[in-house]
């Protein structure tokens, strides 16, 4: 199957999983059209693709599943017979079941999933796990990848074949946890970056920065994007953070899944 188009739909406050889209998107070659979806704006209006267009879906992966705010734009989309190919984006800790839920997902809605990936990207709670991810080798693959997919698809019936990713059904539970959300501190100068920043509009300017810790999906964009280094999180946070260096700072590599015939 030839491919005409190139659609990349991803949720990305740190800028991980675009970069990564973006390096499958060049081993595609393709005019690439992107669908940034971070924003809440940008999720009101729902793209439409064609059977000759592939899309590439990129996530994030919090707690081992989709972004939940994601999901609910990500089950608008529909297609008839539109290929597919599933990204997930992780912290270096694991994909758990993201992978899965996303084919799901897409399957449903008249997508055809036949490849996917699982990249690592810079921890959105620490810096000290994933550092500096994805760097340039992980770039690499990811092109490299594109063009697989590419050659791969001049010949195969897409539709004929079938996709297995790592992950598990049911999926793993969400579990609700007490709010929390950035402190801002002294040094903020009100410039409204990190109310631009927030996915989840859990940032408002309402004589100084308001945080609705509800809506906070902890991303860390608002700390990222912060000019004056005013933001911090803390509390169960730390905890957080101090789990994941111990544990999950070994370096991980991209694992990419083929479809079989």
Do not use: W
């Not at 209006?45 to 999901?71: H, N």
């Amino acid at each position: 199957m030839q491919f005409e188009n190139t659609h990349l739909v991803y949720f990305s406050p740190t800028g991980t999983t675009k970069s990564v889209l973006g390096a499958i998107a060049e081993g595609l070659g393709l005019h690439t059209e992107h669908h940034n979806i971070t924003k809440p704006e940008s999720r009101v209006k729902i793209p439409q693709f064609a059977k000759k267009d592939l899309v590439v879906i990129g996530m994030p992966v919090y707690s081992g599943r989709i972004p939940a705010l994601t999901e609910g734009f990500l089950k608008k989309l529909k297609a008839q017979g539109t290929p597919a190919v599933l990204v997930a984006v992780y912290g270096n800790r694991d994909i758990d079941d993201a992978l899965v839920e996303m084919q799901d997902i897409l399957t449903e809605g008249g997508f055809v999933p036949f490849a996917g990936a699982a990249f690592i990207g810079e921890h959105s709670l620490t810096e000290a796990v994933g550092r500096a991810r994805p760097d340039t080798a992980d770039l690499d693959i990811a092109r490299t990848f594109g063009q697989t997919l590419k050659e791969k698809c001049a010949t195969d019936d897409l539709e004929a074949l079938k996709l297995e990713v790592r992950g598990r059904r049911p999926y793993r539970e969400r579990k609700a946890a007490p709010p929390l959300g950035p402190t801002i501190g002294e040094a903020c100068t009100v410039c409204g970056k990190c109310v631009s920043a927030c996915p989840a509009g859990a940032l408002t300017v309402e004589n100084g920065i308001r945080v609705n810790e509800e809506a906070c999906i902890l991303c860390h964009s608002c700390l990222k994007g912060c000019p004056e280094k005013a933001i911090t999180f803390g509390g169960r946070v730390e905890k957080i953070r101090d789990f994941l260096i111990e544990n999950c700072s070994e370096r991980k590599e991209p694992e990419l899944f083929y479809p079989k015939g």
